[in-house]
T-cell receptor, first 114, second 113 residues
Framework: KAGVTQTPRYLIKTRGQQVTLSCSPI?????VSWYQQTPGQGLQFLFE???????NKGNFPGRFSGRQFSNSRSEMNVSTLELGDSALYLC?????????????FGPGTRLTVL | AQSVTQPDIHITVSEGASLELRCNYS??????LFWYVQSPGQGLQLLLK??????LVQGIKGFEAEFKRSQSSFNLRKPSVHWSDAAEYFC???????????FGTGTRLQVFP
């Protein structure tokens, strides 16, 4: 089985722009979670989608949004980028809800905001 | 609400030495516990998990962890560390009835030859 894929792997944007990141889960997995990883804050939960519905959301501003399609692929959007949004964004998939299932992580998208 | 504490931010060991990474959790019911490893520039990979049953869990790459309910701990161990084990290690806790997996802040392992 192919693993979790994330595109693009690297992105450079400027403040004020918006960005869309994509995640393709492992085939058959219905849950996709997104995390932001920075050296200072560690791994921060953004949101989880399960069967096209947002199951829960972390403590991030409304500039961060996401969605999930019927094929379980997910996108994450960040509008009005700020310097502090520079981070590694990780996507993880699991067969069912993430809170008690193993999550499989993608390699991440490295976002740099200038 | 559940929480995870990894008391050691950075650990340095010599190759061939034994290793123990600490993880303490807070959760009201039976926890589901995980250890993940992240090599530089990569995503997280599951090392092992505990759901129930035998409290000593074997994982990949020669790692094991022991669930101790009385101490609310799930420490990761390896008897002999290899240079390729240098990475960041994350402990996580979840469970039925929780809304998400909670990760610790990670422990960075450095291995000297």
């Amino acid at each position: 089985k192919a693993g979790v894929t994330q595109t693009p792997r690297y992105l450079i944007k400027t403040r004020g722009q918006q960005v869309t990141l994509s995640c393709s889960p492992i085939s058959g997995h219905r849950s996709v979670s997104w995390y932001q990883q920075t050296p200072g804050q560690g791994l921060q939960f953004l949101f989880e989608y399960f069967s096209e519905t947002q199951r829960n959301k972390g403590n991030f501003p409304g500039r961060f949004s996401g969605r999930q399609f019927s094929n379980s692929r997910s996108e994450m959007n960040v509008s009005t980028l700020e310097l502090g949004d520079s981070a590694l964004y990780l996507c993880a998939s699991s067969p069912a809800v993430s809170s008690y299932n193993e999550q499989f992580f993608g390699p991440g998208t490295r976002l740099t905001v200038l | 609400a559940q929480s995870v504490t990894q008391p050691d931010i950075h650990i340095t060991v010599s190759e061939g030495a034994s290793l123990e990474l600490r993880c303490n959790y807070s959760y009201g019911a039976t926890p589901y516990l995980f250890w993940y490893v992240q090599s530089p520039g990569q995503g997280l990979q599951l090392l092992l998990k505990y759901f129930s049953g035998d409290t000593l869990v074997q994982g990949i790459k020669g790692f094991e962890a022991e669930f101790k309910r009385s101490q609310s701990s799930f420490n990761l161990r390896k008897p002999s560390v290899h240079w390729s084990d240098a990475a960041e290690y994350f402990c996580a806790v979840g469970g039925v009835g929780t809304d998400k997996l909670i990760f610790g802040t990670g422990t960075r392992l450095q291995v000297f030859p």
